[in-house]
């Protein structure tokens, strides 16, 4: 019988943890459960994953900050998601996107220029 293997967190290299947090707080929403900038270390929650950022060279790790491209988050109130881009100082409209299998996407970029789409979640169908 095969292992289990779930997801327990996300790593993204940043180069500044201070710097990065109010984009992951302010921009994509996340809830900031601890920043401590001496150990190069932040901590956010997306739904129930651990979002962490890290200085690398620090203990974290050892990626390349502004490398991240392939990390995709998911939303179901779009509306809500505009205004929150808006309120940061954003142009929701500059950072959508449709995809080719017919997705809707944000495409945004952290301080460092990590990548992130944040996709629109697509209704159940209950036909």
């Given at each position: 019988m095969?292992?289990?293997?779930?997801?327990?967190?996300?790593?993204?290299?940043?180069s500044d943890v201070e710097r990065a947090a109010p984009f992951y707080r302010e921009v994509l929403g996340l809830r900031e459960d601890f920043v401590v900038p001496e150990y190069g270390w932040a901590q956010f929650s997306a739904g129930d994953m651990p979002v962490a950022l890290y200085v690398p060279g620090k203990g974290g790790g050892n990626g390349t900050a502004g490398a991240t491209d392939s990390v995709h988050f998911c939303i179901t109130q779009p509306d809500d998601f505009r205004q929150q881009l808006r309120a940061a100082g954003l142009d929701p409209d500059a950072h959508l996107h449709q995809?080719?299998?017919?997705?809707?996407?944000?495409?945004l970029q952290d301080p460092d220029g990590n990548t992130f789409k944040v996709i629109v979640a697509q209704p159940e169908n209950t036909d």
């Amino acid at each position: 019988m095969p292992v289990e293997i779930t997801l327990k967190m996300v790593k993204i290299p940043v180069s500044d943890v201070e710097r990065a947090a109010p984009f992951y707080r302010e921009v994509l929403g996340l809830r900031e459960d601890f920043v401590v900038p001496e150990y190069g270390w932040a901590q956010f929650s997306a739904g129930d994953m651990p979002v962490a950022l890290y200085v690398p060279g620090k203990g974290g790790g050892n990626g390349t900050a502004g490398a991240t491209d392939s990390v995709h988050f998911c939303i179901t109130q779009p509306d809500d998601f505009r205004q929150q881009l808006r309120a940061a100082g954003l142009d929701p409209d500059a950072h959508l996107h449709q995809g080719n299998d017919g997705t809707t996407f944000f495409e945004l970029q952290d301080p460092d220029g990590n990548t992130f789409k944040v996709i629109v979640a697509q209704p159940e169908n209950t036909d």
